[in-house]
């Protein structure tokens, strides 16, 4: 394993278990796009978001973590379950990013969770996207601006 990978995956780590410490008991029930909780990052070449619960149709989302960084990469984690299918349900999830003032630059490709399957209890799918984006627009961006659109 390479050293920035590790590097990563500890940053991602800890900027997730701080959100779940600080969105312990909050949570956001919506079919539409969702802003995200507010998150600090020491490390000013990252930036990153958290997501509280999400609910779209009879799926849901937890912890959902969206990192970009200034080399115009960007990832995404979530757990997402579905409660009632019969065809196997899947997450979209796509980010409109803003400035400061409320400007949209740019909104990300589409990332889609793996087909899943109801159950008693449902089981839980862990799964993760990439993307990229003009690193030029990074320090414009507003990550607590940043919206989700999802839908399942």
Known sequence: MSTEFKRRTVRLL?????AAALLFGFAASANAAQQTAPTTNADP?????VWPELHA???QQDNGTLVIRSDGTG????????????SGDVWHSN??????????LFRSATLNSPRM???NPPPHYFWTGHFTFDPGYFTAIDINKTRQNSSC
Do not use: M, Q
């Open 57 to 59: 149709g009879d799926c």
């Open 117 to 119: 399957n109801d159950g």
């Open 95 to 104: 980010f409109d990013f803003y400035t400061t003032a409320g400007s949209r």
């Open 14 to 18: 800890a900027t997730a278990a701080l």
């Open 75 to 86: 990832d995404w984690s979530a757990t997402t379950l579905t409660y009632h299918t019969h």
């Open 45 to 49: 070449s990252v930036n990153s978001a």
